[in-house]
């Protein structure tokens, strides 16, 4: 099969040489050449200007461009095609060369700018084409606001959008992602959301709103959002502050969750709650879930945090859970009058309903305990995994310290049990420690204000979702800027997050690859691809119990 290959030159005649040996050459490789210059109708002639307009859309517009930069006018189209998402050959064939991706992560160069021109030009085409559909599964709110072709458009009831949403798993029937929405918090919800079902392999996830004016954004984002409003223990007051940290609409945002946690899993499903300032890595968020819960033989899953962190677990739907989450829910009146959030108040719940292991060998122990007092109906068992940034800073708060905290290799663990030396840094002093390193499949800062974990994120250059107010790539002008003065040369400058154009006005967010092309390659590049949570890490030193995650 011959592939066309489109050659243009300004020399065609000053060189015939050189460029008939060149042209043989390509041939000779399987390619069918074609002069740019022959593309035009019999008879006709361009003028120069005419010609260099046709080589311009020609190199913007060809499935691979070869270009070197040498000249202005290549080194633009290059910058061009990098702003559409056109990557250069180089890094194309770099990005493929990973093996192992697990089933479910989407493709690094999805979704593209191109198809995203290709739906502003012709809104109706998601409806008619599947692989459009799918290519911005991952974001969701760059289609039509409230397109048609997303099945669950225009669904808000909890039940009814969680049986639309829910997926298998194993011997699992019915599994759910459920996170919360905030308009305010937009632009970290879709990083959340972006990294969570492009990198982490969820499909399954839906948005629980409880205010109007949030249930419209979230809708206008194109997300499956469900209208919680009748678990909410307590009607809110919307004071000036609502919301914020230690309120009262704040205790009332966190005491929901237990209560719809406890609705889905006496309806059979098993549950993953997760918060929106939460990024995931390249590793697959359930099944790593389910593998790290069989391995001890628990019923739940949560990252560790006296006693444990409710911004991420795994519930599920076992009777002892149920059992527990409705428990959980109740204490809400209570807690409300002491001020504890639902994390907080977690530690008060009945403890002969409950058990909290970590590592293998303890949780088959507790397990083979509650099955001997015939408890298996009444007490649940949660299984605790250390947070993934304790590889590097064993503090839950560390990763909210972006100065002096190290950068996180998205690649750690890589499918394989790779033990060796490295510096663990504590708060208060450093050693050198032997480690199984384990894979980092979330990262959720704590102990910050909503600044503070975006600015962590982009420390980590784990932020995909671009968000500057001002960028350097778009149609128009580049803006450069020299000894603090703003020079203006050719075109290009835009807003990155930008409102949309619907009555909420929600902040809407480009994949930050589509201005910065390298972005996501990190991810992409790793030797192998393995799951999180259930291997053994191994801590030794003076200062550190041995532990696992």
Request: hydrophobic content about 40%; glycine content about 4%.
């Amino acid at each position: 099969m011959h592939i066309p290959v489109i050659v243009v030159t300004s020399f065609a005649d000053s060189v015939p040489k050189a460029l008939k040996t060149a042209l043989q050459s390509i041939t000779s490789r399987q390619y069918t050449v074609v002069l740019g210059s022959a593309l035009v109708q019999p008879g006709e002639e361009l003028t120069r200007e005419e010609s260099a307009l046709v080589d311009y859309y020609l190199g913007l517009h060809a499935q691979k461009f070869t270009g070197n930069s040498v000249s202005t006018f290549t080194a633009f189209i290059i910058l061009e095609r990098q702003w559409l998402g056109r990557y250069p050959a180089a890094l194309w064939l770099f990005c493929r060369l990973h093996r192992n991706l697990w089933p479910g992560t989407i493709p690094m160069e999805h979704p593209s700018r191109v198809t995203f021109e290709r739906i502003q030009a012709d809104p109706t085409l998601p409806e008619r084409d599947a692989s459009v559909l799918a290519e911005f599964e991952a974001a969701p709110w760059l289609l039509p606001p409230r397109t048609k072709a997303l099945k669950y458009t225009g669904v808000h009831q909890l039940d009814t959008l969680a049986e639309l949403r829910s997926t298998p798993f194993g011997n699992v029937t019915k599994t759910i992602t459920l996170l919360i929405f905030s308009a305010k918090y937009a632009a970290m919800t879709q990083n959340g959301v972006y990294s969570m079902v492009k990198f982490g392999g969820v499909r399954n996830y839906i948005v629980a709103t409880w205010d109007p004016d949030d249930l419209q954004a979230c809708a206008d984002l194109n997300l499956p959002c469900a209208d919680v409003t009748s678990f909410l223990p307590e009607t809110m007051d919307k004071g000036p502050d609502a919301g914020a940290f230690g309120t009262h609409d704040f205790l009332v945002i966190a005491w929901h969750r237990p209560a719809v946690l406890a609705h889905l899993l006496k309806l059979g499903y098993a549950v993953l709650t997760t918060d929106s300032d939460i990024v995931y890595l390249l590793k697959p968020v359930w099944a790593s879930y389910m593998a790290y819960l069989e391995q001890g033989e628990a019923d739940a899953a949560f990252q560790s945090e006296g006693p444990v962190n409710t911004g991420n677990f795994v519930m599920l739907p076992t009777t002892a859970s149920v059992a527990f989450a409705t428990a959980w829910a109740a204490l809400a009146p209570k807690m409300f009058k002491e001020r504890l959030t639902d994390q907080t108040g977690l530690p008060h719940v009945d403890p002969a309903l409950w058990m909290v292991c970590s590592d293998r060998s303890a949780c088959q122990r507790d397990r083979a305990g509650i099955i001997h007092r015939n408890a298996s109906g009444t007490q649940m068992l949660i299984r605790r995994f250390y947070p993934n940034q304790f590889n590097y800073w064993s503090d839950v708060c560390s990763l909210s310290r972006t100065e002096g905290f190290p950068k996180i290799d998205p690649c750690d663990w890589a499918g394989m049990n790779k033990c060796g030396l490295r510096p663990l840094a504590s708060a208060m002093h450093q050693h050198v420690h032997l480690i199984c390193l384990p894979a980092v499949m979330f990262l959720h800062p704590i102990c910050a204000n909503y600044e503070m974990k975006v600015r962590a994120f982009k420390h980590q250059e784990f932020w995909f979702v671009d968000d500057e107010s001002e960028s350097i790539v778009a149609h128009g002008s580049y803006v450069f800027r020299t000894a603090g003065v703003k020079v203006l040369t050719f075109a290009l400058c835009y807003a990155a997050c930008t409102q949309n154009n619907t009555m909420s006005h929600v902040t809407v967010c480009h994949p930050l690859q589509w201005r910065v092309n390298t972005t996501e390659v990190m991810l992409y590049s790793c030797p192998e691809y393995g799951m999180a949570l259930f291997h053994e890490r191994r801590v030794y030193n003076k200062t550190l119990q041995a532990t696992t995650s």
